[in-house]
């Protein structure tokens, strides 16, 4: 066999034999096994707590942070606030004290960002764990705004914010 021949029957096996291996069945997948407290989290999960939770934090009608001067009992980011920290609350009244919940309020001044001062409230919970070294910190944000995220006025039901 001339060495051109064998050069070319060389290069049609290695070619061949990879589309071969290219059109051969797929290598197995590793099956995962979900971490049973994590897994259990997932589970506990109620799609009709959450909608209706949305459902609340969008009646409030805004939750801009410029709304803090208007906001009522049912209107507004504060409203909305108390809402949400009367929840943890009750989630609280269940942990034997391990569950505080509290609000931080502090004056935002005027910035380039901020047209006027505006005061600002967040909601806390801490849940004390059983390893004082480990500290887990869950975030969220329930503030939302319209097009002009300094009208306090208009309409920010925030539906589609962190709910859809």
Same mark, same amino acid.
């Given at each position: 066999?001339?060495?051109?021949?064998? *050069?070319?029957?060389?290069? &049609?096996?290695?070619?061949?034999?990879? *589309? +071969?291996? =290219?059109?051969? =069945?797929?290598? &197995?997948?590793?099956? !995962?096994?979900?971490?049973?407290?994590?897994?259990?989290? +997932? @589970?506990?999960?109620? =799609?009709?707590?959450?909608?209706?939770?949305? @459902?609340?934090?969008? &009646?409030?009608?805004?939750?801009?942070? *410029?709304s803090e001067k208007s906001s009522t009992a049912g209107h507004g980011v504060f409203a909305a606030r108390d809402w949400i920290a009367a929840q943890f609350r009750q989630i609280a009244a269940g942990t034997?004290?391990? !569950?505080?919940? =509290? !609000? @931080?309020t502090y004056l935002q001044p005027k910035t380039r960002r901020t047209p006027r001062a505006v005061l600002e409230s967040s909601v806390v919970a801490t849940l004390r764990g059983d390893s004082p070294g480990r500290i887990y910190v869950m975030s969220s944000h329930f503030d939302d705004c319209d097009g002009d995220c300094t009208d306090g006025a208009g309409i920010a039901p925030g539906a589609d914010d962190n709910g859809s």
């Open positions: 066999m001339r060495p051109q021949h064998f *050069f070319a029957m060389l290069c &049609a096996a290695v070619v061949g034999g990879g *589309f +071969a291996v =290219a059109r051969g =069945a797929e290598p &197995a997948q590793p099956v !995962l096994t979900p971490y049973s407290p994590i897994a259990a989290m +997932a @589970d506990a999960v109620n =799609a009709d707590r959450l909608q209706a939770t949305i @459902d609340a934090l969008v &009646a409030f009608g805004t939750r801009n942070d *410029f034997n004290g391990r !569950l505080t919940v =509290a !609000l @931080d």
